[in-house]
């Protein structure tokens, strides 16, 4: 097989999104020239290695050694003269480590000779006991990985989702290696063609019969987690069930959060009922239809409006389901004066480039700061380092930077004093690749489409939200919903201002999230105007100030006209303007608009017309937003969004959108993609129930079955140190989940780590009496209930078994009890641990691997 050059298109065999080469207007000076169908590699973004990379793995299985990654800093107007980066890294010379197959039966070894993502014949045959183990699916192994890549899975190593889930027995190693190459072809089947379902049986011819169990982990892992069969076409519709079987959820919020969780939840055969405070769905997206004479009509994105990159976008697969087209958001931004009069293009890139430098030395500097950067401003930083680098020499430069520091602003829905300089732009690495789009006819477009026999109760504010170990009740004005689970997917700025009272109060921990995460603001003046006076060969372009004070005032303007259906143009408003904008009357504001536009093209000897309608939106007024979209402010970090999506309640309050996603924060295609993993999560707790209740009754009409349970569990403990054993839930990584220990007495002593040095102090004598007491006895087994971190706690004392019971009674205070003693939470422990335990394939006797792990 042979690697693509640099200058190869790497993205051939991509699936593309369409793009729709818009006609244009009537009155538009000139045409718009068709973009591009293909997908630029350059664009594609890398997400981060996961830290559980196989080290003998990594320089076989990892075809994406370096990408440039784009910078989320510009949504107004692209990052300009990056140059593509795309290397494919080359085999060592030797082989890796593998660990040795214990057996060589069901070998599959196609006569290509390619290994993991398409390694080259003739280093296939330096490396015969890799290929004797990893099995080739197709040729397009590289090309698999990197759609995959696109979809956020790390290429040679897995997710802490997939961890958590249980996909694999044992982490690392040949099975490893084989799970993620059958993984990727399974996403890469789905991208192809995206209206359709993807089954099972589809890979049952071309995954070997050794590997089925491997197709089925990556298969029910990918279909539960949204990560394909996802969406709005028909072949999807049907899958849905006539009936629900499943307990009932209650949605609070019918934005894209909300109405993801809510057809992924119906689609498992939930009953779901969505309360939504407005008279419509979408939430913080809301495409409005302006109307005007001469039949003029135009569909105005009020809201959430750039699909922010197209590869592995959610919404761009959506659209694709629906026949929208995306178009282009072109490159193209020519900035104006103050005084109308166009920015020299020189002196543009000249204050650009010392803008991004300026980006630069903020980077290197919380760096050497350390955590004490945690505490400082990005605005703070950049405005020392360019007044000490004198980057701005007259007014007209200074302008420049005001504008660069306006998009800055909006791109963050923040101020810049506000921000922090520390994790300000934390989730870069995750960004979208591929180009910035607008949907054509507005993105109320996906909104309907979600919303569709969704059953939503409009004009519900909900302002309780009660929840316990029997499930929720959501108050709603006078009315009181009861279902047994409920997900919360209202914006950031509900949170904040505690109009919604949750009983009990939220843990201190989200509640401290909560406050320490921004949430700005950005507003938008859309205006239909008669005709296109401003030409269609852009889709935007920006206007300086003399006053930095005022410098998001109307900084950037998006042209509609190509996509919207009619003559639109909208002006944004960032950063402090922002806020000043909300009490602006709207008149003074259109007035404003249309000043800057007349001293832009007046001059060109273009006749700026009247607008036929105008609308200002308020996003901080209202009541169901109080903003726009989240960033990280001065004392938050990325652990805050993670904090937000944690659920309460034992699994029965759960909260998403894009306030709760780490990697795609302020996005439309980030709160869609919490609704999806919320529905997973909630399905996976209601499952657990169920099967702890199928249990609970079986155990309760015969004790003996329990303990038999028991004994059967510990067979197989998850830790053992000396005397003692414990069992947990693999799925739950939560430090105060619960886990069982076993203490034996009278058994042959286990030497471990602590043992060859007693300490002179520890409580000895107390476990030989414990010994001597049973002495009779051929073995005894007592118990007790704790958390994870408190199993981590006494593995690490040293001193032996005494000094450990010791520690165990004195410092922890619990009791060591007999079976029967545990009672019915421990029961419901036993039977969570047997469920998923019933789910796990035995580790592979080839790896050799003992299964005492702790993720």
């Known amino acids: 097989m042979n690697f693509p050059t640099e200058s190869s298109d790497l993205f051939a065999e991509f699936p593309p999104l369409e793009f729709y080469p818009f006609d244009p207007l009537p009155t538009s000076p000139t045409p718009i020239p068709p973009p591009p169908s293909s997908l630029p590699a350059e664009n594609l973004t890398v997400p981060p290695s996961d830290p559980n990379p196989n080290p003998n793995l990594s320089s076989v299985y990892n075809p994406l050694a370096a990408f440039t990654v784009p910078k989320k800093r510009r949504r107004g107007r692209s990052q300009r003269n990056v140059p593509p980066s795309f290397q494919l890294p080359t085999l060592p010379n030797g082989n890796p480590s593998f660990p040795p197959s214990s057996s060589s039966a069901s070998i599959y070894a196609p006569d290509s000779g390619e290994i993991g993502v398409g390694v080259a014949g003739a280093a296939a045959k330096s490396l015969p006991d890799i290929s004797d183990e990893i099995i080739v699916i197709n040729k ?41 190459l059958i993984r990727n072809h399974i996403i890469a089947k789905w991208r192809e063609n995206v209206t359709g379902w993807v089954s099972k049986e ?177 605005g703070s930083a950049l405005e020392t380092f360019r007044q000490v680098n004198g980057d701005a020499v007259n007014s007209e430069e200074m302008s420049l930077f005001n504008w660069h520091f306006a998009n800055l602003e909006y791109a963050n829905a923040g101020l810049l004093s506000k921000l922090s300089l520390a994790f300000w732009d934390q989730d870069d690495p995750y960004d979208m690749g591929g180009d910035h789009c607008f949907l054509h006819g507005g993105n109320g477009k996906l909104v309907q489409a979600l919303a569709e026999n969704v059953p939503i109760l409009y004009e519900k504010t909900v302002n309780t939200i009660r929840y316990g170990s029997d499930g929720v009740q959501v108050v709603a004005g006078s009315q009181v919903f009861e279902g047994d689970m409920a997900l919360c997917s209202v914006p950031l700025g509900v949170l904040k201002s505690g109009s919604i009272k949750f009983v009990p109060e939220l843990p201190q921990r989200k509640l401290e999230g909560i406050k320490r995460l921004g949430f700005g603001l950005l507003n938008k003046v859309a205006m239909l105007f008669p005709y296109v006076f401003w030409g269609t060969d852009l889709d935007t372009f920006g206007h300086l100030t003399d006053d930095s004070s005022t410098r998001g005032e109307f900084f950037l303007f998006y042209s509609y006209a190509t996509v919207a259906g009619g003559p639109l143009l909208i002006a944004l408003v960032a950063g402090e303007s922002a806020v000043k904008f909300e009490s602006m009357p709207p008149t003074d504001a259109v007035t404003k608009v249309i000043q800057i536009l007349k001293g832009i093209y007046e001059p060109q000897g273009v006749t700026v017309p009247e607008p036929i309608q105008t609308v200002c939106t308020r996003w901080g007024s209202d009541p169901f937003s109080l903003g726009s979209y989240s960033n990280v402010a001065v004392g938050a970090s990325g652990d805050d969004y993670d904090i937000l999506a944690e659920s309460v309640g034992d699994g029965r309050l759960f909260f998403a959108g894009e306030a709760t996603t780490r990697r795609y924060p302020a996005t439309m295609h980030g709160a869609f993609l919490s609704g999806l993993r919320e529905a997973a999560n909630m399905a ?29 569990l510990f067979r197989e403990p998850d830790l053992e140190f000396g005397s003692f054993a414990v069992i947990f839930s693999q799925k739950n990584s939560d430090p105060k989940s619960s886990a069982i220990l076993r203490v034996t007495f009278n058994e042959p002593h286990k030497k471990s780590h602590g043992d060859s040095k007693p300490d002179q102090h520890s409580n000895k004598l107390l476990f030989q009496q414990l010994q001597s007491h049973f002495n009779q006895q051929q073995q005894l087994h007592v118990y007790t209930l704790l958390s994870k971190q408190q199993v981590l706690e006494l593995r690490e004392v040293r001193g032996g078994d005494g000094m450990r019971l010791n520690f165990l009674i004195e410092k922890l205070g619990v009791k060591l009890i007999g079976r029967k003693g545990l009672g019915p939470t421990a029961d419901s422990v036993v039977a969570s641990i047997k469920a998923e335990r019933g789910k796990r394939k035995p580790a592979s006797a080839s790896l050799g691997v003992k299964s005492e792990k702790l993720k």
């Open 140 to 180: 397009e192994a590289t090309t698999e990985a990197l759609i995959a890549l696109s979809a956020g899975f790390p290429a040679d190593s897995l997710t802490d989702e997939e961890i958590d889930f249980g996909v694999l027995p044992v982490i690392g190693g040949i099975e490893q290696v084989n799970y993620i």
């Open 202 to 378: 589809m890979f049952l011819d071309v995954i070997p019969k050794h590997c089925s169990t491997l197709l089925d982990s990556a298969y029910n892992y990918l279909v539960s987690r949204g990560y394909i069969n996802f969406g709005v076409s028909a072949a999807i519709k049907e899958k849905f069930p006539t009936e629900p079987s499943k307990p009932t959820v209650i949605i609070i919020g019918a934005g894209l959060a909300g109405l993801a969780a809510a057809r992924q939840l119906m689609r498992f055969g939930f009953k779901v009922t969505v309360l939504e405070g407005r008279k419509r769905a979408g939430g913080r997206v809301y495409t409005k239809k302006m109307e005007g004479g001469n039949r003029l009509s135009a569909a105005a994105d009020l809201g959430g409006s750039v699909l922010t990159g197209t590869l592995g976008n959610p919404l761009g697969i959506v659209a694709r389901q629906l026949g929208h087209f995306l178009h282009k958001v072109r490159d193209k931004c020519p900035l104006y004066s103050v005084d109308g009069k166009p920015v020299n293009p020189d002196l543009d890139m000249k204050v650009e480039s010392a803008f991004n430098r300026l980006l630069d030395k903020a980077s290197r500097l919380r760096q050497l700061m350390g955590e004490v950067s945690v505490d400082v401003s990005l």
């Open 684 to 712: 996976q707790y209601a499952h657990a129930r169920s099967s702890r209740m199928r249990i609970d009754r079986s155990l309760s009409k015969n004790a003996h079955s329990c303990a038999s349970l028991l004994t059967d």
